[in-house]
């Protein structure tokens, strides 16, 4: 009975065709795409606003330069209006924005020799070979052996808000995520720093969840490891 | 107790894990690709080891820190030129279509 009266609000909303807070967000994903379709200039600057930083990280993993990266970010713009008539809504737009980023950057990085599929490279293949921490920071001996020599500390639960509040530690993140094998970079920047799932990411950079796993599992350990001298003990 | 024994029920207690294994397995287990034994077995560590709860701490704090990070910036010349190219696009659109017309 009371499922019936809680219900009804819900039901009334419907019946007035007001939009649940889901159907919202799905309408404004949907309105998103239309109105590109339309032509719709300011919808384009705030869309443009809205994922051309994102996009421009991504780029940079794959080319060698920040003004290479500018031009892929144009050049993916320009793909979204060629193609947005087309777009069917199968994927997220920003999942959408991601994989055609991706097919420009490889064919720039390609022509400027800094991109390799996968499998062909020495360097891009990496992470498929030993720990991805170092055996110095385990007991190789004894009864202990295979134990923290050095135990990690805790990390207060504000740690994501206090490392990045200090421009020397975010600098020092940064710094850690360029410095990733490319492969390394693109999988962390796009399932932890973009938020897209590891499905999604093994079809837009074309490679198994296995291997996906393994270089954000080392790509992860890496940036760990530049972030703890910062905020271990609680200092920033 | 005789040693070997008690190296055995640590051990077990401990999973049958070694911390550098859960240092490397962290990742497969955040993922959720792990069978129930094995997720079990690791779980079992975590348990008894505040080390290796800590390390799987810090690296969700990792993720968490990087899916904060501010976007890169994009220069208003790279913005500007996109405007441009977006009305030429634009424009080319509200052209009529040769091929229609050609069917005329």
Request: glycine residues 8%; contains cysteine.
């Amino acid at each position: 009975m009371s499922f019936l009266v809680w219900s009804w609000p819900s039901n009334l909303l419907f019946a007035l065709g007001v939009p649940t807070l889901q159907e919202t967000m799905q309408l404004d994903e949907a309105g998103l795409v239309r109105a590109l379709q339309r032509g719709d200039e300011r919808v384009f600057a705030a869309a443009m606003d809205l994922y051309s930083g994102s996009l421009l990280r991504l780029a940079m993993s794959f080319v060698p330069s920040r003004a290479v990266a500018e031009e892929v970010v144009q050049e993916t713009w320009m793909g979204v209006l060629e193609g947005i008539g087309r777009f069917e809504g199968r994927s997220s737009f920003k999942t959408w924005l991601f994989r055609i980023l991706t097919n420009r950057a490889k064919t720039r990085g390609t022509r400027e020799r800094r991109y390799e599929p996968f499998g062909l490279s020495g360097t891009d293949s990496e992470g498929d070979d030993g720990p991805s921490l170092e055996d110095s920071l385990f007991v190789t001996e004894g009864s202990g052996k295979g134990h923290w020599a050095d135990p990690p500390q805790g990390w207060e639960p504000d740690t994501p808000e206090r490392a990045l509040l200090s421009k020397e530690c975010r600098m020092a993140i940064e710094t850690a995520i360029n410095a990733l094998p490319d492969t390394q970079r693109q999988v962390i920047t796009l399932r932890d720093v973009e938020g897209v799932s590891a499905e999604e990411v093994c079809n837009i950079l074309s490679i198994s969840e296995t291997n996906q796993r393994v270089l954000l599992h080392r790509a992860r350990t890496k940036v760990r490891g530049v972030l703890d001298p910062y905020v271990r003990g609680g200092n920033t | 107790m005789d040693k070997n024994f008690k190296q055995q029920l640590m051990g077990y207690l401990l999973g049958n894990f070694s911390c550098k294994e859960i240092a490397e397995l962290v990742t497969d287990y955040l993922e959720g690709s792990f069978s129930l034994s094995q997720r079990l077995r690791f779980q079992m560590h975590l348990g008894l080891c505040l080390a290796c709860r800590n390390y799987l701490h810090q690296m969700k704090y990792t993720v968490a820190t990087l899916h904060q990070l501010p976007s890169e910036a994009v220069p208003a010349h790279v913005k500007e030129e996109l405007m441009k190219r977006f009305r030429t696009w634009k424009h080319e659109q509200s052209l009529p279509n040769p091929s229609s017309d050609s069917q005329l």
